[in-house]
T-cell receptor
């Protein structure tokens, strides 16, 4: 069975501080991992996918298969980064996503 | 606007009632997925339709059912509603059915059962 764990429900940092949102997964095959962001309980927006290895809004994430992790990082947090962040896994057997419980990021001025 | 349209945006109803949530996928997308977001269960996959056919089922209760019509819009029917069914219901769409296709979420329908 596949599972995604985000150990922190809330992460509070000051503006300009580095941010790391943790995500661990369990999956027996080769997973595809994503980060989604949700502002004020609105629609989920794709932030990153591991296969594209791109940086969006200053965020990056690296898949570590040895540690089964896909942590989201940003060197300098901005107030507009405040939102809910969800890590998600897509199996190669279908196109449905398994989401972690989410981490609320609060960036204080 | 993501191109995925969900109606209504908000719905308040009483326990025991039945409601229908509607989703229109992005133009050209053949797949529709339904997800439930609740405070205690988080985001959970409910069901996937591709071109009118059910392709996968997740944690969907027997009181819930869905279908996708020939024009590709989908409806999620929730019956015998309970307080615990209060949640945000998201629909997403994608071009295809397989794992190579990324998808786009709608803005959701917020259901409150009182």
């Amino acid at each position: 069975a596949q599972r995604v764990t985000q150990p922190e429900k809330l992460l509070s940092v000051f503006k300009g501080a580095p941010v790391e949102l943790k995500c661990n997964y369990s999956y027996s095959g080769s997973p595809e991992l994503f980060w989604y962001v949700q502002y004020s309980r609105q629609r989920l927006q794709l932030l990153l996918r591991h296969i594209s290895r791109e940086s969006i809004k200053g965020f990056t994430a690296d898949l570590n298969k040895g540690e089964t992790s896909f942590h989201l990082k940003k060197p300098f947090a901005q107030e507009e980064d405040s939102a809910m962040y969800y890590c998600a896994l897509r199996s190669n057997a279908g196109n449905m996503l398994t989401f972690g419980g989410g981490t609320r990021l609060m960036v204080k001025p | 606007d993501s191109g995925v349209t969900q109606t209504p945006k908000h719905l308040i109803t009483a326990t025991g009632q039945r409601v229908t949530l509607r989703c229109s996928p992005r133009s050209g997308d053949l797949s529709v997925y339904w997800y439930q977001q609740s405070l205690d269960q988080g985001l959970q996959f409910l069901i996937h339709y591709y071109n009118g056919e059910e392709r996968a089922k997740g944690n969907i209760l027997e009181r819930f059912s869905a279908q996708q019509f020939p024009d590709l819009h989908s409806e999620l029917n929730l019956s015998s509603l309970e307080l615990g069914d209060s949640a945000l219901y998201f629909c997403a769409s994608s071009v295809g059915a397989g794992p190579t296709y990324g998808y786009t979420f709608g803005s959701g329908t917020r259901l409150t059962v009182v």
